[in-house]
């Protein structure tokens, strides 16, 4: 019974395989005209490509890195830099004297507390008396001012009455920056 299972699985296998090459034989059984065109195969010949010798491309050198200076004679600086740590300015100030009235006058780079109006006199950079309803002032500044903040002391009658004004560094830019009271 054995023998008769093998010889049907060879014939089924046997009748499967012919049947599919019957199929591609045929052209899988498209519809066709049954004409079949041969076509001769010609080699051509092409001609064998030239060794070529690659061009070498050198990349660019990359640009020096600046030198770290190591010693005071290996620095190199603009010549219009200025090695200055301070500016001088030409401060014009106004106040309408009155009378005999007394006035003082500090004029500093920082507030103590801006919001009561009270100066770090440790910052002024001008103090003294106001003589005269005009005055220009030489004043030399700290580099890192970034304003002014001019304090009157108003002495009349025993009664000290202070008046603020404040002006940013883009102010002391122009040719005379001026407080007027």
């Known amino acids: 019974m054995n023998k008769l299972i093998n010889v049907n699985r060879i014939l089924s296998s046997g009748l499967l395989v012919l049947s599919s090459s019957l199929l591609v034989a045929c052209g899988g059984g498209g519809g066709g005209s049954g004409a079949v065109e041969i076509v001769d195969a010609v080699e051509s010949e092409e001609p064998s490509p030239q ?37 001088d300015i030409e401060l014009q100030v106004s106040y309408p004297m009155q009378g005999d009235e007394r006035a003082h006058l500090n004029i500093c780079t920082q507030w103590k507390d ?33 304003t002014l903040v001019a304090e009157v002391w108003q002495l009349s009658s025993g ?23």
């Open 51 to 87: 060794p070529t010798t690659p061009v070498e491309t050198l990349p660019e050198p990359a640009p020096e890195p600046t030198p770290v200076a190591t010693s005071l004679e290996d620095v190199q600086v603009a010549e219009s830099f200025i090695f200055s740590n301070q500016q």
């Open 114 to 146: 801006m919001e009561q109006q009270s100066i770090a006199y440790s910052s002024c950079v001008w103090r003294g008396q106001i003589s005269q309803s005009q005055m220009a002032l030489d004043i030399t500044l700290p580099a890192h001012a970034s």
């Open 159 to 181: 009664n000290v009455t202070r008046v603020h004004q404040e002006l940013s560094l883009a102010e002391l830019g122009v040719t005379s920056p001026s407080f007027s009271f």
